[in-house]
């Protein structure tokens, strides 16, 4: 990254994670998730936001952490991707952040080739502790976007 980081900051398990403040649109508190037969392990299922219908995936079990629990602090972050709008559920949202650009490093190249190294944007570096950066369109299954974007086929097909 050449420009100062803009990050929207959420805790997953016991680890800080960030994205673009950019691509999130809004945070809502967790809400019932109405389930999709036939959807992906880490899909939790669809909400109704406001008359829009949204997604909402687990981003615990997506990352391999294991199913989230939703409790008082959990969070939904609402994120645009290239023309489709998708939720992310979350234990709890943090804070917004500014990052220099001498503060973000590439990941590490242990990582390289691992399962999920497609979803890490990089590593922010603060005193005390790190902050992980993800790509979150790479979060999602390939097709579910294109499914998503366009509207093809019926929501439930998208989101096998």
């Known amino acids: ?4 980081a803009h990050l929207v900051c959420f805790r997953v398990g016991k680890e800080t994670y960030g994205v673009d403040i950019f691509v999130v649109r809004e945070i809502v508190k ?19 936001l406001r008359g829009k ?15 989230a629990k939703i409790d008082r602090a959990s969070r939904i972050l609402v994120v645009d991707l290239d023309g489709f709008t ?5 234990d709890a949202a943090t804070e917004v952040l500014k990052l220099a ?12 080739g691992s399962v999920h190294d497609d979803y890490l944007e990089g590593v922010g570096k603060l005193k005390d502790r790190l ?3 993800l790509n979150p369109g790479n979060l999602l299954a390939e097709g ?11 929501r439930a097909k998208a989101l096998r």
């Open 1 to 4: 990254m050449t420009a100062t």
């Open 30 to 48: 967790a809400q019932e998730i109405t389930s999709v037969p036939g959807a992906s392990d880490y899909l939790l299922g669809i909400i109704n």
């Open 53 to 67: 219908i949204i997604s909402v995936v687990d981003l615990a079990h997506r990352l391999g952490l294991g199913k």
């Open 86 to 90: 998708v939720g992310f559920l979350v």
């Open 101 to 112: 650009p001498e503060s973000i490093e590439a990941a590490p190249e242990e990582l390289k």
């Open 131 to 133: 902050v992980i950066i």
């Open 144 to 154: 579910v976007a294109s499914g998503l974007a366009t509207g093809e086929g019926s």
